[in-house]
């Protein structure tokens, strides 16, 4: 069936350092993508999205980049920090109705 | 960016008991409003979506007499888990979609733990 997915389910990286996450998605249709943050028994918080008519979008220390040939997505972190630690998980929106559909998501240790 | 607000942020209860979860969209109206159910390290898992004045629509296996969802304004929807069992203690969390953007933003998630 089709889906959302992550390729690696944990992520550790050194304090300084830049994070990349990847979510692979394989509905064509999709043409919105989220990136959300969701820390221990809290809600997932909204990072940054991206349409489909964009390959590249940035915010505060986040890039989010869209290849639609091969139906992926990452998440850039610059100079990551100790509060980035958390699960990241991406969604899509499919052109064809409201209803998101999300990834496993994957856990974003920092080592001090 | 918007705020959705899900109230409380934990209870507990006794099994057979009903509990009430409201979601509320703060600043912006959601044209549509989801309910999840999120078990520990896993993905979330869709319940129902809402509509603002019509019936929840329901995610195959959900029980819609077990979990029943109100929608009473374009920044109101309540969940109400009907006689609660230990196997209903979960993490649920909410989302609001704004009407102008489509954007979907969370409530903070209520963690239910039935005794």
Redesign the interface.
């Known amino acids: 069936g089709e889906s959302v997915g992550l390729h690696l389910p944990t992520l550790s990286v050194q304090e300084g350092d830049n994070s990349i996450i990847n979510c692979a998605y394989s509905n064509s249709a999709s043409d919105?993508f989220?990136w959300?943050k969701q820390e221990s028994?809290?809600?997932?918080?909204?990072i940054i999205?991206i349409r489909s008519n964009m390959d590249k979008r940035q915010g505060q220390r986040v890039t989010v980049l869209l290849n639609k040939t091969v139906k992926h997505l990452s998440l850039q972190i610059a100079a990551t920090q100790p509060g980035d630690s958390a699960v990241y998980?991406c969604?899509e929106?499919r052109n064809t109705g409201?209803?998101?559909y999300?990834?496993?998501?994957t856990?974003l240790t920092v080592i001090p | 960016?918007a705020v959705?607000s899900?109230h409380p942020s934990r209870v507990i209860c006794k099994s057979g008991t009903s509990v009430k979860i409201e979601c509320r969209s703060l600043d912006f109206q959601a044209?549509?409003m989801?309910w999840y159910r999120q078990f520990p390290?896993?993905?979330?898992m869709?319940m129902a979506?809402s509509n603002e004045g019509s019936k929840a629509t329901y995610e195959q296996g959900v029980e819609k007499d077990k979990f029943l969802i109100n929608h009473a304004s374009l920044t109101l929807s309540t969940l109400t888990v009907t006689s609660a069992h230990p196997e209903d203690s979960s993490?649920y969390?909410c989302?609001a979609?704004t009407a102008l953007d489509?954007?979907?933003?969370?409530?903070?998630?209520t963690?239910l733990s039935v005794l």
């Open positions: 919105y989220i959300y028994g809290k809600g997932p918080q909204f999205d998980f969604a929106l409201n209803q998101f999300f990834g496993t998501g856990s | 960016g959705v899900q044209t549509t989801f390290k896993k993905s979330l869709l979506t993490f969390i989302s979609q489509g954007k979907l933003f969370f409530g903070s998630g963690q």
